[in-house]
DNA sequence: ACCTGATACATAACATGCTTTTATAAGTGC
DNA sequence: GCACTTATAAAAGCATGTTATGTATCAGGT
């Protein structure tokens, strides 16, 4: 019988991920995009380009709001509206260049910032998250 | 041969955490509060009564954000301001029952959406992340 | 070819929350 | 009294979201 399954706790889980967050965003760039803008230019950088209102629904926001996200990420050179050659209506949304060294720096930052944490915590704790690590990922796919 | 050990990718384990933190968001309750509201009620429920700079300097915001914040929360009668009797010109701020309510409430509408979730993960992750979760909570302590 | 309705996006008007900046007031400690 | 600290206040601006509405394009039937 190996271990009666430990339950796993979905409030501890919350409240962990909560403080996780909160102690990692600390330790981002300053001027950082938003939580959306983020999210966005990193699945435009794993998904490849995709129609606005395809990542209005992705990222949970309205069409307005991507219309308007979509504008500032240009606006900025992170992003590049193109039009689809098939549809006149579709408007295709690209991460460039610039936004993937962007995402590239944050990355960078944030494995500093989550490394300094990582130096006060065991060995053996370290393992187990990086072992719980896929499991997280295909938990908030 | 117990495995290399993997080793732990810091941008990985920060975007998977900033994915689940968007996921659990997203099930939040409409008319939400803010991000800084949130973690600022559920630091002064976890260290008891701050002062504003203390808090402003703990949720990394500037100083006339966090007064501007004490006093959305005062109004909406999630926190209180206090005098401190040693030093009169120190205000300290103090979660409320009503904050506290509001923080259970949250947890509990995000606990329900993770829990939907797990429903759709397999046993050894489920498993996996029960085992890393005492680390993760060492981590953001 | 032409209407019709659906689809994709943009725009407008508004609310929040945060930032800077600047000024003010009040308490503390020497 | 003076310098410093702590907090408040107010103005201007930006980012990010909402709802409601407009506009352009497409697809299909007649």
Redesign the pocket.
């Known amino acids: 019988m190996p271990a009666a399954k430990t339950a796993l706790d979905p409030a501890r889980l919350t409240t962990a991920v909560e403080r996780l967050f909160s102690v990692l965003r600390h330790g981002n760039p300053?001027n950082d995009?938003?939580?959306?803008?983020a999210s966005t230019l990193r699945r435009l950088e794993r998904e490849g380009p995709r129609?606005?209102?395809?990542l209005?629904a992705a990222?949970?926001?309205?069409?307005?709001?991507?219309?308007?996200?979509?504008?500032?990420l240009e606006?900025?050179g992170l992003a590049e509206?193109t039009t689809?050659a098939?549809?006149?209506?579709?408007?295709?949304v690209r991460v460039t260049q610039a936004g993937r060294d962007l995402l590239a720096r944050r990355r960078t930052v944030r494995a500093e910032h989550l490394a300094a944490l990582l130096r006060d915590l065991s060995a053996e704790d370290e393992a187990l998250i990086a072992a719980a690590l896929p499991a997280l990922e295909r938990l908030a796919p």
Chains 1, 2 share one sequence.
């Open positions: 300053p995009i938003s939580l959306t803008a129609r606005l209102t395809d209005a990222e949970g926001v309205t069409q307005p709001a991507m219309t308007q996200l979509a504008q500032r606006r900025d509206r689809d098939t549809d006149g209506r579709v408007v295709l």
